[in-house]
């Protein structure tokens, strides 16, 4: 149990194109999910709280503008990338706690976002 | 907000040997402590975990350690062996649903035979 599915695992794009990519979680309800960014030898970083049906929290130096997250539903959030340039390539990983439990986190396996 | 700080950045070792990584954090009111392992171009996968009210835990070969007065907690990984080689991750939370996991910058283990 308590699988998280994320997809694209992969996707390429052109400069100044928008890019979603789609956080599930399979087998359990999750009303909070979390978005990380993780760029090559680096450590994962915040970037932002999805809270099922209300505005996510973006963490300091995240653009809200820039990263739109929709948490329409207690199994999917998406975090859509818009204009994108080169500089936001990286690894963006989603987690999700199960809704009633605390602490332990599930994670997607990764969307890894090149952009041209 | 919280901050953690884990060290060392690089570890090698000889296999068989043992291994020690750690992490300290900044938010009193943190009181989960989870270790990643990953590998390159995937998940983290959770080795293993502590919450506030332990203080050490084990799993076979691998071991962790809080001390919540110092604010600081540590990995243990005994009889290592080549796979065990990866980059590790702390991290801390407080209990609160809502709470994210924070990260420290991680450590790349390589274990030689």
């Known amino acids: 149990g308590a699988v998280v599915s994320q997809h694209p695992s992969w996707v390429i794009c052109k400069s100044g194109t928008s890019v979603k990519i789609e956080c599930r979680s399979l087998d359990f309800q999750a009303t909070t999910m979390f978005w990380y960014r993780q760029f090559p030898k680096q450590s994962l970083m915040l970037m932002a709280t999805?809270?099922?049906?209300?505005?996510?929290?973006?963490e300091q130096g995240v653009e809200k503008d820039k990263f739109l997250i929709n948490h329409a539903s207690l199994t999917l959030s998406t975090l859509t990338v818009t204009s994108a340039h080169p500089e936001d390539s990286s690894f963006y990983i989603c987690?999700?706690?199960?809704?009633?439990?605390?602490?332990?986190?599930?994670f997607g396996p990764g969307t890894r976002l090149t952009v041209l | 907000g919280e901050n953690v700080e884990q060290h060392p950045s690089t570890l090698s070792v000889q296999e068989g040997d043992s291994a020690v990584i750690k992490c300290t954090y900044s938010d009193s009111a943190s009181n989960y402590f989870p270790w990643y392992k990953q590998e390159l171009g995937k998940r983290p996968q959770l080795i293993i975990d502590i919450r506030s009210n332990v203080g050490e835990k084990k799993d076979q070969r691998i071991a962790v350690t809080l001390n919540k007065t110092a604010k600081h907690f540590s990995l243990h990984i005994t009889e290592t062996q080549p796979e065990d080689s990866a980059v590790y991750f702390c991290a801390a939370s407080h209990h609160q649903a809502g709470t994210a996991l924070i990260f420290g910058k991680g450590t790349t283990l390589s274990v030689s035979s």
């Open positions: 999805s809270n099922e049906g209300s505005k996510a929290t973006y």
């Open positions: 987690s999700a706690r199960v809704s009633g439990q605390y602490n332990e986190q599930f």
